[in-house]
């Protein structure tokens, strides 16, 4: 059975779904784990403090008395303030290249040098005073810092700017800081993973575990439950799968309860038959040779008739079970009803009545298998024989009717009543009990025809007419290539 899930709505891409979340959550986390984490540990107070006391301190380096601009005369103005400050001091010029510096503090190197980035740097230029946070690191060590750029003027003229840096605490190894955010990331990572599992994996086991309730039911012989499951994924087409097996399995058990007691029933009189003439002839009730005689074929026509019907429940119960495969291909439509004609003739002469075929299929070959057809034909014939008065006239006609063929079997009998036409391919229907009891079928012949001709994707139907029955199925007419594969040409 093709699946009629929308791709959008199956499990498979929902869970694609989640997962993709996951990682975009994953990254995201530790993408504002990596942007925010400047601002903790008072990086906001460091940077208040810069913002307010940085312009004091440029006032007091470059334009006191005391002021210079000689690299040398900056750098030790630069180491003294610093060291009072233990903050890092810094001008730059305008073209970004350190003029003069405080010394490297300890541990640090030139790692402080770091926030010496051209974004910065520009825009400090051209708006005036920054101040920030942010991590610094050589790949080896990492810091927090803040800083503050503010620019310094001559005589209106722009010399450069002065870059205070002022750490928050000793370097780490960048290892350290990394595991660090990794670890926070992953915490929350597993979090929200977890609750999307857990509320992923209920929508999963609540009609799992309503279906396995339903499946005990059913084990305990109630094929009555059926899942009551709205969804348009997997699961959804798995519980209307499940509806459609309870139905299909209630169906065959009702199916085999009839049948094991419609068998009962049949099996019963001809079997009660038998026992009577057995019963008689051990009883010494029946001593004359001719009674013996008539008894012993009797009970040999009972005999014969529960063979029958043995061979017509198995090859009925067979169809059912798929263990019949129709061997499809070319035949001439006329040969059956031929076969048939032939086989029939002892019975037609003994009842009065007239077998005739008509062939209207213009040459066409149908498409079936050839044998079950005969097997078809030959039941419709013998049930009009059979069901009939004697004098019966029964017709076989073959009809090309566009791609199909249209076989029929018709008779100008006695008919079949109107409150009986639905019951006829049922099994063990015999129509008249008086007729019934003397036709040597089993009562299972047009059920058996009707499997076959539905092997062939088709349907046999008994069509509506004034006098007598008609049954009408359909075969599609073999296409030329198919023909003459079978029947090549001299």
């Not at 010496?116 to 101040?131: C, D, F, Q, R, T």
């Not at 199916?255 to 079997?271: C, K, V």
């Not at 349907?459 to 594969?485: C, D, I, M, Q």
Request: charged share 25%; net charge neutral; aromatic share 6%.
């Amino acid at each position: 059975m093709p699946s009629r899930i929308n791709p959008l709505r199956s499990i498979w891409f929902r869970l694609l779904l989640n997962f993709i979340a996951i990682i975009i959550i994953t990254v995201g986390m530790f993408c504002l784990i990596a942007k925010f984490k400047p601002r903790e540990t008072g990086g906001q107070e460091w940077e208040e403090t810069l913002r307010f006391n940085g312009p004091y301190l440029s006032r007091l380096l470059f334009e006191g008395p005391s002021a210079s601009w000689d690299p040398e005369k900056l750098s030790a103005s630069l180491n003294e303030y610093g060291t009072l400050t233990g903050m890092h001091l810094m001008v730059v010029g305008p073209d970004g290249r350190i003029v003069a510096q405080s010394r490297q503090k300890a541990n640090f190197g030139s790692l402080l040098e770091g926030v010496l980035n051209e974004k910065v740097l520009k825009e400090a230029l051209a708006k005036g005073p920054v101040s920030g946070s942010q991590f610094l690191s050589d790949g080896h060590y990492t810091a927090l810092v803040s800083y503050s750029f503010i620019p310094l003027y001559s005589r209106k003229t722009l010399k450069g700017l002065f870059v205070i840096v002022s750490p928050h605490g000793p370097p780490r190894p960048a290892m350290e800081r990394l595991s660090l955010q990794l670890l926070q990331a992953l915490v929350i990572v597993l979090l929200i993973a977890s609750l999307a599992a857990l509320l992923l994996s209920w929508n999963f086991i609540k009609p799992i575990k309503a279906m396995q309730q339903a499946s005990r039911k059913m084990i305990e012989g109630d094929f009555s439950t059926r899942m009551s499951i709205e969804r348009d994924d997997e699961l959804g087409e798995l519980a209307r799968d499940f509806n459609f097996m309870a139905l299909s399995l209630k169906k065959n058990i009702e199916s085999r309860m009839r049948l094991m007691g419609d068998i009962s029933h049949e099996l019963n009189t001809p079997i009660a038959a038998l026992r009577v003439n057995i019963e008689g002839i051990l009883d010494g009730i029946v001593t004359g040779e001719r009674e013996k005689r008539a008894l012993l074929e009797g009970m040999l026509r009972q005999a014969d008739r529960i063979s029958i019907l043995i061979d017509d429940i198995l090859e009925i119960s067979r169809f059912e079970a798929g263990a019949i495969k129709m061997v499809i291909e070319p035949f001439d439509p006329g040969e059956p009803a031929r076969m048939v004609i032939e086989s029939s003739a002892p019975l037609v002469r003994e009842r009065c009545s007239t077998l005739s075929f008509r062939d209207e299929s213009g040459g066409a070959y149908a498409m079936g298998d050839r044998n079950r057809i005969l097997q078809v034909v030959q039941n419709l014939v013998d049930n009009a024989l059979f069901h009939n008065p004697d004098g019966t006239s029964v017709v076989i006609s073959v009809e090309r009717r566009g791609e199909s063929l249209v076989f029929s079997v018709e008779d100008d009998g006695v008919g079949i009543p109107p409150e009986d036409r639905e019951s006829v391919f049922k099994r063990f229907y015999r129509g008249d009990p008086e007729r019934a009891r003397k036709s040597p079928g089993s009562g299972l012949g047009l059920a058996i025809a009707r499997e076959i001709i539905e092997g062939h994707q088709s349907s046999l139907a008994l069509e509506p007419k004034e006098t007598g029955t008609r049954f009408v199925f359909r075969l599609p007419a073999a296409p030329h290539e198919a023909v003459a594969e079978q029947i090549p040409l001299p």
